[in-house]
């Protein structure tokens, strides 16, 4: 098993900026692949990044590439997500996410976290 604790989540202005962590403590593998999805209210969850824990492979959904960036302490079993040029239609329910393998289905994790709020005012 894996535990995941989400922190960093909050209430900013649009433009502002937050920094999400994600610390996975239990089962852990080289080739772990860990991830960050979001649902709003109404809506279905969706992803948003996910990066290979060994290689350091990231990818993102098209409408934060080049304002969010996935990385990964490895020697802290953390991943963050920093989120820059906050928009009001990235409040959601932020998600860490964790798989035992980095794959192409960047939909498909194994192992969430609870989940912490970010809220982005107009």
């Known amino acids: 098993q894996v535990q995941l604790v989400e922190s960093g989540g909050g209430l900013v202005q649009a433009g502002g900026s937050l920094r999400l962590s994600c610390a996975a403590s239990?089962?852990?593998?080289?080739?772990?692949?860990m991830g960050w999805f979001r649902q709003a209210p109404g809506k279905e969850r969706e992803f948003v990044a996910d990066?290979?824990?060994?290689?350091?492979?990231?990818y993102y959904r098209d409408s934060v590439k080049g304002r969010f960036t996935i990385y990964r302490d490895n020697a802290r079993n953390t991943v963050y997500l920093q989120m820059n040029s906050l928009k009001p239609e990235d409040t959601a329910v932020y998600y860490c996410?964790?798989?035992?393998?980095?794959?192409?289905?960047?939909?498909?994790?194994?192992?969430w976290g609870q989940g912490t709020q970010v809220t982005v005012s107009s």
């Open positions: 990066i290979s824990l060994n290689v350091g492979i990231t």
């Open positions: 996410a964790a798989k035992a393998f980095y794959s192409i289905n960047h939909g498909s994790y194994d192992y």
């Open positions: 239990g089962r852990t593998f080289s080739g772990n692949a």
